[in-house]
């Protein structure tokens, strides 16, 4: 048959594009590439990945969506600890646990000690701070003085972690608060314009979908102070599923679970566990890398799937 | 006859917002959604809430008179309301879901 190479062929791309597509940034323009493209051209992909995004890991889950995540989190840290060149910071984006229990918290922690990667960096998600956020912060909160956001510097790259999950309102979406706004325009006072800067909090910090609260209500106020800024990554999980949006300077990007999938935005009644297929459910789950290459500056996002 | 019937079937129906789903719950939580989502109680009632979804829940008091953890499937949350007033809850995983208990 004439058309079989040429289907073998589209299925080989396909491929590709479900391992990932990656993101190059190059004087704040951000333009993506398929892997496929540039598994062709190595020079594609350059400089050292400086960190992996890890999100959503939801221990504690034990439903038909994924009735063992530990096991998926494992293969998740199996395929970070097997990548030739591995970055030196992990940032978990939250809901590290499913029900804030501390044997949860222990389980995870557990598990991502297995990480062969010097630092993790956590912010914590709604299903992490079930009781209000005693037990994150017992665990996660004291080098921010149990605020659970905070800053610091890496490999030239100024990091924000940001807390958007506590003190919800009625009907309402995530929300940062006055005094975690009025922390952050001091911690970016006369900050040089040409540091680039990675952002990570755990729901959506532009708005997705408003109906099923995926979205930060005073997010906006954290954007006018991020925009002077020539390169800013936004990095958020929450919705188990990639969801990109570039505006100016600004890359938004969420994050696949390493637990289960969810449905896309208003499919279904709600935004809960999406049971799939077995075979399908690896190729749902996975992490994020992002890379800087310093001649000339420009960096790269790539996802990984566990299949 | 007929009218007897007729006034037994209204008065269930008057009863039908408390124990009106799962037998053991005054309210559950289904579909992302609290059901009912508002009810009147007399005061020293202890109201139940109940969790249908596979998606846990919590539901906490806006005013910070209750606080459930967080409800998995089939975990039940109980709080008994003493004093009169008008009580807004939500659930503070999904701040979408929210109720309101009349206590009277």
């Known amino acids: 048959m004439n058309d079989q190479p040429s289907r073998r062929g589209a299925l080989k791309c396909l491929g590709f594009g479900g391992a990932g597509t990656l993101f190059a940034l190059s004087g704040g323009i951000v333009t993506p590439i398929s892997l496929a493209q540039a598994a062709a051209d190595k020079t594609a992909v350059t400089g050292k990945p400086l960190f992996l995004q890890i999100s959503d890991t939801h221990i504690g889950f034990n439903k038909e969506a994924n009735p063992d995540v530990a096991a998926t989190l494992s293969q998740t840290i199996a395929l970070v600890n097997a990548m030739p060149e591995k970055p030196a910071l992990v940032l978990h984006t939250g809901d590290i646990t499913h029900l804030s229990k501390p044997e949860e918290f222990d389980t995870a922690a557990q598990l991502l000690s297995g990480l062969k990667v010097s630092e993790l960096h956590t912010t914590p998600g709604e299903h992490d701070v079930t009781d209000a956020g005693g037990i994150y912060m017992e665990r996660f909160g004291k080098p921010s003085g149990g605020r659970g956001y905070y800053s610091f510097d890496s490999s030239g790259v100024h990091f924000i972690a940001l807390v958007n999950v506590l003190n919800f309102k009625p009907g309402g ?17 006369g900050r040089s314009a040409s540091q680039p800067i990675v952002v990570f909090a755990h729901m959506p910090l ?12 005073d997010a906006g106020q954290a ?28 890359t938004f990007h ?39 290459a310093p001649h000339p500056a420009s960096a790269s996002l790539t996802d990984y799937t566990i299949s | 006859m007929i009218s007897a019937t007729v006034k037994h079937a209204a008065a269930l129906l008057a009863l039908a917002p408390l124990r009106a789903f799962a037998g ?58 003493d004093k009169p007033g008008v009580y807004k809850f939500l659930c503070s995983i999904h701040p979408k879901m929210t109720g309101t208990i009349t206590v009277r």
Do not use: C
């Open chain 2, 24 to 81: 053991d719950a005054d309210i559950v939580m289904k579909n992302f959604d609290f059901s009912p989502m508002a009810i009147t109680v007399a005061h020293g009632t202890t109201v139940v809430w109940k969790n249908l979804d596979g998606e846990p829940h919590t539901v906490v008091g806006l005013a910070g008179a209750f606080r459930s953890a967080a409800l998995d499937q089939n975990d039940t949350f109980k709080f008994k309301f």
């Open chain 1, 173 to 189: 979406l995530g929300a940062l608060g006055d005094d975690q706004i009025a922390w952050l325009a001091g911690d970016l006072k």
């Open chain 1, 223 to 250: 954007f006018a102070l991020l925009r002077r800024f020539g390169s800013v990554t936004v990095l958020n999980g929450h919705i188990h599923q990639i969801v990109r949006k570039v505006e100016g300077n600004m």
């Open chain 1, 206 to 217: 532009w708005t997705i979908y408003e109906p099923w609260g995926w979205g930060t209500g």
């Open chain 1, 254 to 292: 969420t994050a696949r679970s390493t637990a289960y999938p969810q449905p896309q935005a208003g499919v279904g009644p709600g935004p809960g566990p999406l049971k799939v297929d077995a075979a399908l459910l690896p190729k749902m789950l996975g992490i994020t890398t992002l890379g800087f």
